[in-house]
């Protein structure tokens, strides 16, 4: 089993930035791959960020390439999403994920079988 506590949303104005983090606890963080997830009101949830198990390899949505960068602290049990240059079409409720299953991060949802609850990312014009 792995928990996933999500902290760090807000609002913001374009432009801006956040930091958003998630907390594992529970199974060995260090054998899952790390994700985070985004759904905007009336659309479906979209893979933004992924990273692998050894924190060497990073995955990215065309929509945020050059703007967010995700990391992993093993020795904190966290995974950070940067968020820079922030724009209105960014705002969402954002989700970590964790697949148990030692694969390389995928865009694909439901390849990741725990989930965070979610936190809101808001951003105005």
């Known amino acids: 089993q792995v928990q996933l506590v999500e902290s760090g949303g807000g609002s913001v104005q374009a432009g801006g930035s956040l930091r958003l983090s998630c907390a594992a606890s529970?199974?060995?963080?260090?054998?899952?791959?790390m994700a985070w997830f985004r759904q905007a009101p009336g659309k479906e949830r979209e893979f933004v960020a992924g990273?692998?198990?050894?924190?060497?390899?990073?995955y990215y949505a065309d929509s945020v390439k050059d703007r967010f960068t995700i990391s992993r602290e093993s020795a904190e049990n966290t995974v950070a999403l940067r968020m820079n240059s922030l724009k209105p079409e960014d705002t969402a409720v954002y989700y970590c994920?964790?697949?148990?299953?030692?694969?390389?991060?995928?865009?694909?949802?439901?390849?990741?079988?725990?989930w965070g609850q979610g936190t809101q990312v808001t951003v105005s014009s």
């Open positions: 994920a964790a697949d148990s299953l030692r694969r390389p991060p995928s865009s694909d949802s439901n390849r990741y079988d725990y």
């Open positions: 529970g199974r060995t963080f260090s054998s899952t791959t």
């Open positions: 990273i692998t198990r050894s924190g060497r390899t990073t």
